[in-house]
């Protein structure tokens, strides 16, 4: 069993290692069509390469989510393999759309950690990012995630908790080179709704649902190489039940999220976000939206809006946290983000 | 709530609207490989780019049916999302192959109208265009759906119900250009029946049969971008049941209808089709068809053949309707179509 | 029921027919991005065009055992529509990558005949070639089924059993040409292990297990255009399982086998292989291989390795059969491959 990857243990993280993970990956339509068979996804700027051109990109790019996916899930072997939780992400940026033909890979480098106080495990920081075959990095995140320690006598490394951005402020948000939302079509977009007609503080129910069936996660979770047993294995868990990627929850919402924010187009920021509770197969995910900022941009045409993504299994839309400030059981995501809009 | 698509109600339908619909579509080999893997497609002009060559075309196209399902997905948030029942098809057709690189879009008009006598619903004619991103109409359809009314003291409109062929008279066809029969090779096309060999009123019984599977009917329904709620959404519906997309059986009768109709390359026409009965998960379709017609083309080496193609989830083959005239129970597709087969 | 295919029996073939099968193959990177959904391939090779460029080819290639699906689904409607049992495989070997934009086609030749005692069935054994679009042979394998007698007076033929080597020498493998390990990227491809670190005898347990969906093993299957009936309905055994094609499970295991062997990038040869027990919905695959031998080859920086990989659904690895010398309940394959690693 010494050949197979046993992945890493609180204590095997240092401050400052850069970690170049496994398995680049070129990325062609055939992953744009899994994903869109997956998610109700219907963006006309990732759909079709002549809205795309008519915004002034080459061609459709690949979803920006399915872009985080495919570098988020290289770092599974190597950073969340033993972990108990994903406690969040922060100062996710996409700095360049990802095109078919484009080749994959990721980078991480641990920027914190902090031993829990029971000494069993402790929390690492990282921050990754996804370079394409030209060297250029096409986003960037960081995340934390509790990590359980495997020899409990390792000492407890000093303490470093970065200092993360709690929002991304709207002037560092990256807008693709050539991007022109002056002659964006409404009509072929799906709705009519642009930039000014969002309210901060407005609420959105995007009214739509879908039941989660075990087929799709698990084909998704592989799709982006995502090796995390507990994904995939009925007999991994005690309750037999096979816990759903959090990536695959947040694709879900983000497409569920067309109706009432079809113009809501590219994804550019990712301020933070919490898998609120875990989630199962034959749950029905819902999904609501909340503006959170507006922001111009210098892109001609193109606004920037902050929005809280919300992904539910039930209970009233609009309802995120109990009395007691903890999310509602039926809360499964709550994610914050920059998205570019037209004018 | 406001901004998201709650869907037009029978009232908001005005004779000669012309609805362009959103989310255009760009097909890769992503979508024909996800399509071949859905369904057990096999017809050898749409499974070989040298296929395709040898009888004249540039390349392997899109199924066909494939095709229909990307245009008419991109109706449905606009006609049939308050529907109560999609009610036929007519005069359907094929004016030009879909091929990789494509981007679909689809234009409808509004040709019939006629409020129920209970005031509470009425149908809705709809002729549907399907174009490329140079603008040619690739396919055409009618259909007709009954819609709910939403305000209910809306005035009834005037009735006007189109005149409609039931059968696409042959020489209304549309061979694709350059399609030449004479050098086919039966051999890599799996089966030696050519058109001389099939007689009208003969009957084949398809013998496979495939049983439904959730993951399955939402993959497809989600990779044509239709949205319709009661594919998805189990809570929707309250027998916890989700509807499967009409056009998943439609595809799964002609995959199966590969056994015995190899031959039957293309489809060039839509004569009509009913949805006989609902469709659920766990059920196994079967399928058999009949000959209804045969007409000579003026492509080289090809015939034209008209269908009829019946799916069933069980009861014996060849039964169709009872004693009352009624669809039996166990029909679930009575489609009729034209295709076109080596002479 | 004249018109569709009953498939061959028995008495139906004879030493040295040629069978060419149907329905030729395009794949593009839509066949890979599934291939990768359904599977947890993770091999770079076969995953960034990048990577393989620096091992001296062109591009990524297809699958091996995605090719070899390909090639076998063709064979299925004319070599074991009729099978009672998939007995075995023999010298097979990979010649060729498949790259997108191949087309693949299948032509079998029978080299044995041998009726069974009972007279109601008897063993056929083909030869099978895949070739591409420029008629090159891309691989080749000998395998072995009982098939069914229909006319039960039909005279047993002569009896012919082919000698097949029991392990193909190393000095017959194929290295794809301009393979070069030279430059190899131990750090991309996710593990240091190289040929030189295994040792002939040497067990490695995978660790990670997937548990079968029906909906997934269906695409898979249909992807390959494998028609056998058993796989996809439901209704077909009285049991009422869909019984799991041989192939997924080859391809799961290889799959899971990257977790310690995940420099083993190509196959090359198939020694032979067992399908001991059969697989149904739900159970969990997991695998461990054994290492057999080791070769030098020609190319630069490229050794062989000769493993056993078995898959299983429970028990515990390392053991293969009982005291009766018999495969253990809960083993589903043996297979003997070699593959190409970097020295």
Redesign the interface.
């Known amino acids: ?1 010494a ?3 046993a992945g890493r243990f609180f204590e095997d993280y240092k401050i400052g290692d850069v970690i ?1 993970h ?5 990325v ?7 994903y ?9 700027l990732y ?5 795309a051109r008519d915004c002034g990109l080459p061609e ?1 790019p690949l979803d920006d989510l399915a872009a985080f996916h495919v570098v988020f899930g290289k770092t599974v ?1 190597d950073v969340s393999l033993n972990a108990i939780a994903n406690l969040g992400y922060a100062e996710g940026r996409w700095l360049q759309p990802v095109y ?2 484009d ?1 994959l ?1 990721s980078v991480s480098e641990v920027i914190g950690l902090k031993q829990n106080s029971n000494g069993k495990s402790g929390v690492v920081y990282v921050r990754t990012q996804g370079l394409n ?1 030209l060297d250029d990095v096409v986003l960037e995140y960081v995340r934390w995630v509790m990590v359980r320690k495997n020899d409990l006598d390792a000492p407890a490394p000093e303490t470093v908790v970065p200092e993360l951005k709690t929002v991304i402020p709207a002037s560092d948000l990256v807008i693709p080179e050539g991007l022109n939302f002056g002659a964006y079509d409404f ?5 009519p ?1 642009r930039w000014g ?1 969002y309210e901060v503080g407005e609420v ?8 989660i ?4 996660h ?3 979770t ?2 982006w ?1 995502n ?1 995390a ?1 507990v994904h ?5 868990r005690p309750d037999g039940q ?1 816990l759903i990627y959090g990536g695959h929850i947040i694709s879900m919402a983000r497409a569920l999220s067309f ?4 113009n809501a187009q590219m994804i550019v920021g990712l301020n933070g976000g919490a898998h609120a509770n875990p989630c199962f197969s ?1 749950l ?1 995910v819902k999904a609501w939206s909340e503006v959170l900022d507006k922001a111009e941009t210098s892109a001609p045409g193109v606004g920037a809006i902050r929005l809280r993504l919300v992904a539910t299994c039930g209970g009233e839309a609009f309802k995120l946290k109990g009395e007691d400030g903890k999310y509602l059981p039926e809360v499964l995501l709550d994610l914050d983000y920059w998205a570019l809009m037209p004018l």
């Open positions: 069993m050949k197979t990857n170049e496994a398995v680049p990956r070129t062609s339509g055939g992953e744009r069509a899994m869109h068979a997956l998610y109700p996804m219907r963006h006309a759909s079709s390469d002549q809205f459709s072997p078919e033909g080749t890979r075959q009509t072929l977009a799906g709705e709704h007609d959105i129910d995007h009214v739509d649902g879908v039941t069936e075990e087929a799709e698990m084909l998704a592989r799709l190489q090796t047993k995939f294995d009925a007999t991994f096979r109706n009432g924010l079809a034959g029905t």
